[in-house]
């Protein structure tokens, strides 16, 4: 078990303020979710076994599948444990800016991963430091990031990510039901 890192901690509770508690909204692409994970996500990512225990990580009520109910059964500390691990850690959100790498985490949770750090690229872009947005968080996208001061890049970062659901909603009209909470979540 990772030990505590209060910045993961702090970044989790923005991220658990926005992501609200169990849906099964039917206009959600991601099916059942609670804590911001998702059945479609947790299908994906949850088959492995990194506790050794014999069962797909994902597989909480252990009865060989997951689905629906394992959702159900999520608590914050499993929610937890997934994001430090298939967000927090495998991208290094810590060592950005406090107020940088929060936002990305939070981003990237909803929207994912590559799609939120092509925001982060392209709000770097917008404070005149230059970026492929090619979703890869690697060493030119840090120094570009590190370069700019973290009030004005988070900024940026807002305004691309409104502009971002505003044209997904707009291209998929049955997902404009959730447009004013990821603005919310945008402007946050």
């Not at 088959?47 to 599948?65: F, T």
């Not at 929060?102 to 990237?108: E, G, M, N, P, Q």
């Amino acid at each position: 078990m990772p030990e505590i890192d209060p910045l993961f901690e702090r970044a989790l509770g923005v991220v658990l303020a926005h992501e609200g508690g169990f849906s099964n909204n039917p206009n959600d692409p991601g099916g059942a979710t609670d804590f911001g994970i998702s059945l479609r996500w947790l299908k994906e990512n949850g088959k492995l076994d990194l506790d050794a225990d014999g069962s797909p990580d994902g597989d909480l009520n252990l009865d060989g599948h997951i689905d629906i109910e394992d959702i159900k059964l999520l608590t914050r500390e499993t929610a937890g444990g997934f994001y430090r691990r298939f967000w927090w850690d495998k991208y290094g959100y810590g060592q950005l800016h406090l107020t940088v790498g929060i936002k990305v985490f939070d981003l990237a949770v909803n929207m994912g991963s590559h799609q939120a750090h092509k925001i982060l690229q392209r709000a770097c872009r917008a404070c005149g430091h230059p970026l492929l947005d090619d979703g890869i968080l690697g060493p030119k996208t840090m120094a570009a990031v590190n370069q700019i001061t973290p009030a004005a890049l988070a900024i940026a970062m807002r305004s691309e990510a409104a502009g971002f659901y505003r044209l997904l909603a707009a291209t998929k009209p049955n997902l404009t039901v959730f447009l004013n909470g990821w603005l919310n979540r945008a402007y946050a």
